[in-house]
Structure formats: C-alpha cells, structure tokens
C-alpha cells in the first residue's frame, strides 16, 4: 500500500509539472508555429522545440519510469509539442476542477456543520449529507479516473513520438543477446566449477578414505580388527554414496524429467535440513528449460540459506502470473545476502539468460527474499 501510494503521489506530482509546462507549450507552439514561416527562423525554432520536448521526456522518466529513445528528430519534436500542449491544458482543467471541487466541498460541510441545507438559507434536510457524500463521492471517482486517463494519454503520446525506431529495437535486442550469451557462458563455466568443487572436496575424498581403509583391512593380520576396518570402509562407502546422489541431484534432478517441478521441489523440501514449506500454484506445467531455472534457483537459495542465514523457516512459492512464471523464496535468517554474492551472482547470470529477472531484498536482520521472474510464453 505504502508503495502504491508514493506512485500515486508521484504520477500527481509529474502531472501537475506537465500541466504547468503546458501553458509554456502552448504559447510557443501558437507563435513557434508563425515564425516556422520565416526561413531564417526556422532552425533555432525547431532547436527550442527539441528543449521543451527533452523536459517532457525526462518529466516522464522521473516521475513515470517511462524511458524513451533520445534520437528523434527537431521536426518530429515540434509536431509532439501541438498534441502534447491539448493534453496539458486537459490536464491543468482537471485540476482546477479538484481546487474547485474540494473548496465547494469544504462550504458545503461547513453549511451542513451549521444545520444549513448545501447553498444556505433554509434548514438542512436529513438526505442532505448523504446526497452531498454520494456526489461528492461520485465526483472524487470522476477527478481520479480524468487523472489517470490524462497520464495515460501523456505516456503514449510520448512513446508514439519518442519511442524506439525499428534500427532502435534492433540494435537493442542485439545487445540483450549478446549479454545474455556471455552470460549463458559463465554461468555453464560456473557450473562446472561448481561440480568439480564438489567433487574433488566431497566424493574424491570419501573414495580416498575408503581406498585407505580397504588397503589397511587387506594387510591386517587380525580378524577381528580386519572385521572392524570392513565395517568402517562400508560405512564410507555408504557415505560416498549418499555425497554422489548429492552432486548428481545438484547437477540435474532425475525428477524434473520424470515427475516435474512440484515433485522435484518436494524433494528438495525433505532433504533441507530447515523446515521448508512449499506452495506451487501452475496451472499447466512449464517448458522444461524454464522448471530447471526455477528449481536451481529454489535449490541454490536454499543452499545458501542453510549455510549462511541461520534461519530457522524457508518458503518457497511458485506461481504463474500471465506469461511468466514467479518463484520467490524466503527466509527468516539474519539477512546481508547480496547479489553479488558467489552463490546469488551465478543464479542471477543463470536467470538472465533466459530473459528473466532476478532480484534479491536482504536487510541486516532479515528477512531474505530471493524472487526470479521467467517468461513462459
């Protein structure tokens, strides 16, 4: 809610800079518009005209995150003037109407207060207050509704003259792609990694131990104490077992194929040492590249979890919202997480790559929520 609002206030706030700037545009598009006639005047026209189109853009951007190219032309810039001034002018009416209205409305509470009818000079009726609530209600939602339509015009006239050519969308999409390569390549370098650490640090060494246990059980002399050193390497081995399934489940889950994501989170959920509590909303099962990038994020979160966040609860939702899919994970730990991170920086990389988002919120003291977002179109 408390976001809600500052977005709310903040569109108003640009609403009423662009309604003030308006009156500006409008005088210079009016004798703008004359000396375009003029030869010689024509450049430095169109040159202020770029100017009051750039304070429109950035208005934009700051207070409606609208972002759009840079690359017009000064033409094009003073033919959005014309419609951009109409649309300031509605917006300045608007909010003369609201100063009238909530100056109206505070004489017509004021005469009610007193027992006096709205307009004054005979006694209020009992159906006065709720007459005046109703329309007074009504026009509040007309005010709020004429605000919205205005920014909405606003922010499509500018993207209809700011926004991005087709060479524009191209050389962007060009870069995306060539990001999300590097990145598809680090995060497979990343992986393997990774696997080698494990490896070397979990199931190589089990096997050492095992080796040397097996080589001390063969040249003992006594039984019993062959017998004792059997009993040992069999447990190492079972250890070494249970560490390979590890790593094999960290490289890809058997499950996903088999089963799908639910059950693949399921099992995720009952070998994590913390209570887990999982909560899967997917109406239909997702494409098999984007259920492998939301269960080693849940996995990797998880992981991470565990062995730096001392939390004591984790929760894992996934849900489908339109094309995409959201998986977010939190905990009660003692926060800091960043995405820089070791951990977090490979997940981010692994997401990007497949065109999501991902983002990490951890104050000092927590909680830790780590949410992607995947399109699943």
Sequence with gaps: MRRFLRRALRGTLGLAIGAMTAVAECFYVLFGGLALTV???RQPVLAGARVLSEVERRR?????????ATNYTDRRAM??????CVIGLLCAAIFVLILLGAGSGVIIAAQLFEGQSPGGG????????VTTVLFGGLLVFLALQGLIGAATLDARLAKRFFGPSRSEQLRRRLSELTTSRAEVVEAVNGERRRIERDLHDGVQQRLVALGMLLGRARRATDPEHA???????HEESQRALVDLREVSWRVYPI???SDGLHPALEALAERSGIPVHLRVDLPQRPPAAIETVVYFVASEAVTNTIKHAAATRIDIDV?????RVRVRITDDGTGGARESGGGLSGLAMR??????RFTVDSPLGGPTVVTAVLPCG
């Design 227 to 233: 017998s004792d050193l059997l009993r040992q390497a």
């Design 122 to 129: 005979a006694p209020a009726d009992w159906y006065d207050p």
């Design 255 to 257: 499950a996903l194929d």
């Design 39 to 41: 030869p010689a005047l």
């Design 319 to 323: 849900e489908r919202d339109g094309g």
């Design 351 to 356: 997401v990007a790559a497949a065109d999501g």
């Design 60 to 68: 934009l951007e700051k207070y409606f995150g609208e972002e759009n």
């Design 79 to 84: 033919a959005y003037l014309v419609p951009r």
